[in-house]
Structure formats: C-alpha cells, structure tokens
C-alpha cells in the first residue's frame, strides 16, 4: 500500500525529511490506522506492524494529547525481524479532533488526528437531538476539519425531509445526509464527499449505525452490529477500538466506540462557526459587548420575540460560549503545569547527566 494511499502529501514529507535529517537513527514513515487500549497499529509503504511509543517521546510528551493517536503521520525504527516497531516522534498534524475526557474536568482526551472530514452521525429515532448536533459540530470546527451531518435510518421516518430541514437551519452552509444503511438509499451521497486519500472520521453515541454504515461503505460486514435496546432506543457498545478503513473508492473513514458525552475542549472557536445566524444578529446590538440578556437594542432577544430565533438555540449557544470558555481556561492552566513539569524534568535530567559525566571524569 502507497502512503499516497493512505493520505501521504507534501506537507508530511517536508516535516519528515526534516525530521529524519537531525536524527542519527533510520526512520520510515506509517499511519496509525488501528488504535486499541494503548496499543497501536501503523501501516507503511510496505507493511503493516504493531508498535510501541518509544521512552523518550512518552517522557518529552506535554500531555496525553501529544502522544500517537488514530491517523496520525509517525515516525518509526522497524524490527529487524517479525518483532515491534518503535515509534519515535509525531509528524505535526494537519488537524486534531479532541473532546473532554469523560468524567474528567482537566483532561483533554485525543479522538483522531488528520482529518479532512467529521462526519456527525445522528440516528432518526430515539437518538435524534439538534442541541446535541450543535455541540458535535462545535468540535467538528474546532477540529480543523470540516463537518457533514449524517441523519441515518432515514427508512424509519416518513417525515425525514423535515428534518434535514431543520438540522440544515442549524447547521448554515454545512451538508446534511439522510441515508439508510439497511436500504442503501443515500449512501452514495456519503461516499462522494470522501475521495480518495482524504480521511473522515465518524462521531456519534452508540447506536446510530457507524458500525452498518462502515460495513455498507465498504461492501461487506466487517465490523460487528448490534440492535438498539427496544425499550428506550439506547445503544449498546460495539464497537472497543477505533480503526482506519480504506473504502472502495480509496477515501479513508475512521470508525470507533460511540460517544455519549461531547464535551468542549481548547480554545477554537467552534462555537462561534456553528452559530453564525447569532453572531450576524449580534452585529446590530446597540451595544458591542450585549450578553443578549435585558440589554435595551438587543437585535439577538429582538429576533427571539418575533419567532426568527428560536429561543432553544439561543440558549444552547450561550450555554456552549460559557462551557468553551471555562474549558479554555482550564485547558490553559493545564498546559502550563505540563509545561513547568515538563522543564523541571528536564532540569532533572540535565542535572543527572551532568553529575554522571563529573564522576566519569
């Protein structure tokens, strides 16, 4: 397999051949395309092989964030035999598709890196929510990649046309899908937004179909599906790994457990980008600084009263501004404890050398 296969470009290479010129071992480059509880996969030009981060990228790394994730571009020392690969630095990615670390204030977790295209899957039935569609396209943006919503079993409602609509309203701009993978209706219009050698990723909770549409993308069932809970349209995890597809046509999808808590993290501002009706009506306030609250020349609260706004939205938006906010701020102390812990071991470490060479002499 051609690492052009796989997304290899100009940049990639650039950022390699100036990484292997400063090095005196002998690297190649791969993609991670397999990633299961710490373990990694990466695929290079010409072999696929397990690998493990080495010690001093694990020590130099600021944050979990920093370490090898799904789709990244590496750097690796092969096995001289059948063995593991040793992974020794991450080429600087294009974009990063990060969350909140469930159940966790601090902690920033990596969901996939490189990517062209996130694809917001949403199920038309029980799991169907706009508010938790514009929190999913809050981090699409934020990610660097594009967002396409993808509304499936679309064979289930009759009334599916109407909520394209709506999402399309919420969505400004951005392609909204209506598909059924038990059908097939609509897959092509899917397949066509991922080319060849451009990488999408698919975000949603359990239950929505990732899993189906992965298997019909790629022709057959390679992943393993499970029916929703009948009683409350819940999914159920079946999915435990996240893995990186080449389809058919030669785009890239990256498939991976599903997600029931999207939570904000860093300072992009997704937010702004999946509420641009808001920002464009926040231009006429009479003042430039108006939180929309009981500011006289509100044109945001003018625009609720005579029903162009729907107060829903409002509400979601200032509820994802003040969360983007918080986590920014928690994102910025955090970065900075890393960075001193980082340098006092690195103040450590000079120190130790510096002692070891004193007593050699």
């Known amino acids: 397999m051609s690492l ?20 005196p071992l002998s690297l190649v ?33 600021p944050g979990v964030e920093s370490l090898p994730a799904i789709g990244d571009w590496v750097a ?17 990615r294009a974009s990063v598709l990060t969350r909140r670390e469930a159940g966790s204030e601090r902690d920033g977790q990596l969901i996939a890196a490189n990517l ?82 451009k990488t999408g990723a698919l975000l949603g909770s359990s ?31 079946t999915t435990t790994h996240r893995e990186l597809f080449v389809l058919p046509g030669g785009g890239l999808l990256i498939d991976g457990p599903g997600m029931r808590e999207l939570g904000l993290w860093g300072e992009d501002d997704g937010v702004g980008q999946t509420f641009t009706d808001i920002l464009e009506l926040a231009a006429g306030c009479r003042f430039t600084d108006c939180q929309h ?13 005579s029903g162009a706004l729907p107060e829903a939205r409002l509400a979601s938006y200032e509820r994802l501004r003040r969360e983007q906010a918080f986590k920014a701020r928690q994102s910025n102390a955090s970065a900075e404890r890393d960075q001193r812990r980082h340098e006092r071991s690195q103040t450590l470490t000079g120190w130790d050398a510096s002692r070891s060479k004193r007593r050699r002499s």
Do not use: M, Y
């Open 4 to 23: 052009e296969t796989l997304g290899w470009g100009p940049a990639f290479e650039h950022a390699f051949s100036s990484l292997v010129s400063q090095s």
């Open 29 to 61: 480059p791969g993609r991670v395309v397999r990633q299961h509880r710490g373990l990694l996969t990466v695929q290079t030009d010409t072999r696929t092989l397990l690998a493990r981060t080495a010690g001093r990228l694990l020590h130099q790394a």
């Open 76 to 92: 690796l020392q092969l096995p001289d035999g059948e063995g593991e690969a040793l992974l020794h630095a991450v080429l600087p």
């Open 116 to 197: 062209d295209i996130v694809f917001l899957v949403a199920g038309l039935d029980g799991n169907f929510n706009p508010r938790r569609i514009e929190r999913a396209l809050a981090l699409a943006w934020a990610s660097g990649a594009a967002p396409v919503v993808v509304l499936t079993k679309a064979d289930l409602r009759p009334d599916a046309d109407s909520l394209v609509a709506e999402v399309e309203a919420l969505a400004p701009g951005v392609p909204v899908l209506a598909l059924s993978s038990w059908t097939g209706d609509g897959i092509e219009s899917l397949r066509v937004q991922l080319p060849a050698g």
């Open 207 to 237: 239950g929505v179909g990732k899993s189906t549409l992965v298997n019909r993308l790629l022709g057959e069932a390679r992943l393993v599906t499970q029916a929703v809970r009948a009683e409350d349209d819940k999914g159920r995890h």
């Open 293 to 305: 609250q009981q500011e006289p020349g509100c044109a945001v609260r003018a625009a609720v009263s």
